[in-house]
T-cell receptor
Framework: RKEVEQDPGPFNVPEGATVAFNCTYS??????FFWYRQDCRKEPKLLMS???SGNEDGRFTAQLNRASQYISLLIRDSKLSDSATYLCVVNPAGTYKYIFGTGTRLKVLA | NAGVTQTPKFQVLKTGQSMTLQCAQDMNHNSMYWYRQDPGMGLRLIYY???????DKGEVPNGYNVSRLNKREFSLRLESAAPSQTSVYFC?????????????FGSGTQLSVL
């Protein structure tokens, strides 16, 4: 089992739709959780951190379920500019080894 | 404020050649990292440096060496390049601990080994 698993997609959704991505992690000792966004051929950039049960920033909501060992990302009112790959990242406690999922591709259609 | 700067942006090598990827950050971060990204594989950690003077292996260190030259610079060396090392390489530095924990990435190096 991979340490961090994501559905690779692609998710093709119309503008204005709500879309949700899930990510599961295997190390129950993990304490830091993140969603990064990566545009084609660009470097990843932090979208949201998740330290407690959830975090909201505008149209984006991230939630953490420690019991089931998954985090989710919800995007409301999708924009064309949201088209990108969304990377789930987990940092096991006490390490510097940020572990990346393979990413979920999102394409928002006009 | 340049952030994390990587050079070169593109490189083509022949099998067996050597090269060094350079990385520098101007944010006074203690920790620095080298990742490679392959299609369908996500980013995989090659080496990291928790602080100046220390380096440790990540998930895929074979075929690579690193040097933490000082707090700003962390280089990655391929001693004898192989086609399996064709990839996009990202350098990163990090701010530790909550609530501002974050990885800052360079713009990447596209490496092709023929």
């Amino acid at each position: 089992r991979k340490e961090v698993e994501q559905d690779p997609g692609p998710f093709n959704v119309p503008e204005g739709a709500t879309v949700a991505f899930n990510c599961t992690y295997s190390n129950s000792a993990s304490q830091s959780f993140f969603w990064y966004r990566q545009d084609c051929r660009k470097e990843p950039k932090l979208l949201m951190s998740v330290y407690s049960s959830g975090n909201e920033d505008g149209r984006f909501t991230a939630q953490l379920n420690r019991a089931s060992q998954y985090i989710s990302l919800l995007i409301r009112d999708s924009k064309l500019s949201d088209s990108a790959t969304y990377l789930c990242v987990v940092n096991p406690a006490g390490t510097y080894k940020y572990i990346f999922g393979t990413g979920t591709r999102l394409k928002v259609l006009a | 404020n340049a952030g994390v700067t990587q050079t070169p942006k593109f490189q083509v090598l022949k099998t067996g050649q050597s090269m060094t990827l350079q990385c520098a950050q101007d944010m006074n971060h203690n920790s620095m990292y080298w990742y490679r990204q392959d299609p369908g594989m996500g980013l995989r950690l090659i080496y990291y440096s928790a602080s100046e003077g220390t380096t440790d292996k990540g998930e895929v260190p074979n075929g690579y060496n690193v040097s933490r030259l000082n707090k700003r610079e962390f280089s990655l060396r391929l001693e004898s390049a192989a086609p399996s090392q064709t990839s996009v390489y990202f350098c990163a530095s990090s701010v530790p601990g909550p609530p501002n924990e974050k990885l800052f990435f360079g713009s990447g190096t596209q490496l092709s080994v023929l």
